[in-house]
């Protein structure tokens, strides 16, 4: 057994092979390969799989992108018509590493995938730092069971860029689940009335997220830098201490 196994990891051939699925079904398009996501996408994932950290594949496309590759759509709500929207998605496989207290994964974890998603439907590709989470909420649905694939979907749904905010949402949703419903779009309907539809995809957690551009870069990362976010994220999570309270006497 590899390393990868023993750790619950899904092997690369699966992976690839479940990636390709959602891409398929969704007409998901990678970001080329010259942009600041595309560009390191193959280090990244094996940066991933190396650290055991079980994460992430960006299949997402950025704001600007989805105008010409529209991969989130807001369904019709059957008075006005379909459009597209930016937004992003994530995929990534939540293993045995990320571990809760609730015994499924760590809810710091999944708060690191959501804000990672609604960032990445925020954060035009030609400026990928500039907006910074200043808010972000989540609600913790059900508990993500431990060896799972889940997919964040991530939009816009609101910008005020003279006071350098923008709004967005995101779901964590089953994988599996997801393969069963028609379509990736969000709904027009509020959030709200979303959740009561959560039982036809599946909704472990859902996040709203004020993100404000920051009024002057503070640094300029590299691209593999900035891409692996969330791979530092977790590893953060797997590393962290854990004392028992009150000490032992
Ligand atoms: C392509 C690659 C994509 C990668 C995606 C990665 C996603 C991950 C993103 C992150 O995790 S970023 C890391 C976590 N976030 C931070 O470290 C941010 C730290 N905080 C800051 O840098 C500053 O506090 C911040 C830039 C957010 C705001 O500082 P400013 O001094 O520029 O804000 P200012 O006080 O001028 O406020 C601007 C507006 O935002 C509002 N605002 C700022 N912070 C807020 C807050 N925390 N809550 C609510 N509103 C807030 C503020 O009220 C005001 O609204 P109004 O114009 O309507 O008055």
Known sequence: MDAGREEGLPTPEVWSS??????ERYGLCEVPRSSLLGSCRPDFLSHALQKRVAFLL??????????????????????SPAVAVPGAVIAAYVG???????????????????????????????????????????????IVPLGSYVVAIAYVHDREPARRKC?????????????????????RKPLEAARRDATRERLYADATA?????????????????????????????????????AAL
């Open 96 to 142: 045995r590493s990320l571990q809760g207290p609730s015994g499924g994964v760590h809810g710091g974890a999944i708060a690191s995938i959501l804000d990672a998603s609604i960032g990445m439907a925020t954060n035009p590709r030609s400026d990928p730092d500039g907006y910074v989470t200043a808010q972000l909420v989540v609600n913790y649905r059900r």
């Open 210 to 246: 004020l993100f404000v551009r920051q009024r002057a870069r503070r640094s300029v990362g590299d691209a593999e830098a900035s891409s692996q976010v969330l791979a530092h994220a977790t590893q953060k999570i797997r590393t962290v201490r854990v004392w028992n309270w009150p």
């Open 18 to 23: 479940f990636v390709r699925r959602l891409e």
């Open 167 to 187: 709004y967005g949402m995101s779901r964590l949703v089953d994988a599996g689940a997801l393969a069963r419903t028609p379509s990736i779009g969000f709904s």
């Open 58 to 79: 960006p299949s997402a496309v950025l704001g600007e992108l989805a105008t010409t590759h529209p991969i989130v759509s807001i369904a019709s709500d059957g008075e």
